[in-house]
């Protein structure tokens, strides 16, 4: 048994086997810069590893499987995997400055094709990400489709300016306070940007004025909940306590601590959020709370074949990427465990809506004014994509 203190050795494997490279699943039977890795992995992170910066951003947000098949599709995650193992870029440096040499051409002339595969793969496109498409079950329309929802969803974010309102309070200079106005200002910041991005699709577009209208009716607290919750946690409001004053005069602060419970329980794929809040958009009814009294008149009821149709498209958008993104059975997993995350998200906000008169004031409010808001009138927004 080895010293555990000797600088040479390096940390044990963490793969089932011992020849198995613990980025990609290669064959591999050397400890290469602090990880037992594969030749192709090796020479992966030689070239990478020193400038980290320089590599362009994950299209899908950090979450690509890293396997043989698939190492090659993204150098972020292949990068961050070689880190989270244990490769070190202080080792390729080591090795530099001892002089050690490339063993032979023939590796040489391997190492040769195997950088210039990894340096001309384009990231510029979700696209991109998948040049093997008979391994996914996506194609590249569906491809494209994820991009744009993406792009239309970040189109509208407030995370940015909710940090930096988060940021300014909390300066030791400021003598401000968060109140309950700035909560529900907050709040509303989150309705308007959800509508932005549901109001962007085309397939939000070809509704009726009415239909717009009894569509937003429906489902906006179901949206709020959801999109909500996601707002918070990336807007770091649960980071730190003084950061939890945001919302404090609004919810409380028991309401305000399940929440953070459900947030560090939730699933924060942020594609599939986005894709889910499209599916739960063009839902026919995802009430929290019925108080309306001409369900039987809602234009939105003679058209639910057309309704379902555009909803269809999201939810078998959503599998597919489950499966492209985290193989068959992990997909199962995936989406049977945030199905259960998203019914307690709602029912929490039926007990805030029962239970808070404010809020419940502010979501009644809200729904009197979707059908006089120009964020859902004809032309007011062009489409992000689709139609004009």
């Known amino acids: 048994m080895s010293n555990p203190s000797s600088p040479s050795d390096e940390p044990e494997p963490t793969t089932k086997t011992n020849s198995q490279c613990q980025v990609c699943e290669d064959g591999a039977s050397i400890i290469n810069y602090g990880a037992l890795s594969c030749l192709s992995c090796r020479t992966f992170f030689r070239r990478n590893g020193f400038h980290p910066q320089e590599v362009a951003s994950c299209r899908f947000d950090g979450h690509c499987n890293i ?28 090795e530099d400055l001892s002089g050690k040499k490339r063993k032979s051409s023939g590796s040489s002339s391997q190492e040769h094709v ?40 970040d189109t509208f974010s407030p995370i940015n300016e909710i940090r930096h309102t988060i940021e300014v309070i909390n300066t030791t200079a400021s003598s401000q306070q968060f109140d309950l106005t700035q909560s529900l200002q907050m709040i ?10 549901i109001s962007s699709t085309p397939d939000f577009k070809v509704l009726t004025t009415s239909e717009q209208w009894s569509l937003f009716q429906r489902n906006m607290l179901g949206l709020l909940s959801i999109g909500g919750i996601y707002f918070m946690r990336e807007s770091g409001i649960f980071d730190k306590p003084e950061n939890e004053m945001a919302i404090l005069p609004l919810y409380g602060n028991d309401v305000v601590q399940q929440v953070k419970i459900i947030s560090t329980q939730f699933n924060f794929d942020p594609t599939l959020i986005k894709l889910m809040l499209i599916a739960i958009a063009f839902s026919s009814n995802c009430f929290t709370k019925q108080n309306r009294k001409s369900m039987d008149k809602d234009s939105l009821l003679l058209g639910t074949y057309r309704l379902f149709g555009s909803q269809n498209v999201y939810v078998e958008l959503i599998w597919k990427y489950l499966i492209y993104r985290y193989n ?27 239970n808070n008169q404010i809020f419940q004031r502010f979501i009644d409010d809200n729904g009197e004014q979707i059908e006089q808001s120009p964020t859902i009138k004809d032309k007011t927004i062009v489409p992000l994509w689709g139609k004009k």
């Open 67 to 94: 396997t043989k098949s698939t190492r090659k599709l993204c150098t972020t995650c292949r990068l961050n995997k070689c880190l989270a193992v244990g490769m070190s870029s202080d080792l390729i440096r080591k």
């Open 188 to 197: 509303s910041l989150f309705s308007n940007s959800i509508q932005s991005f």
């Open 328 to 354: 068959y059975d992990e997909s199962v997993k995936h989406i049977s465990t945030f199905i259960k995350q998203l019914l307690d998200v709602l029912k929490l906000s039926i007990e805030i809506y029962e």
């Open 114 to 153: 195997e950088h210039q595969i990894v340096m001309t793969i384009p990231q510029a496109s979700i696209l991109d990400q998948l040049s093997d498409i008979s391994r996914s079950s996506l194609n590249n329309s569906e491809l494209n489709l994820i991009s744009n929802v993406i792009h239309a969803f």
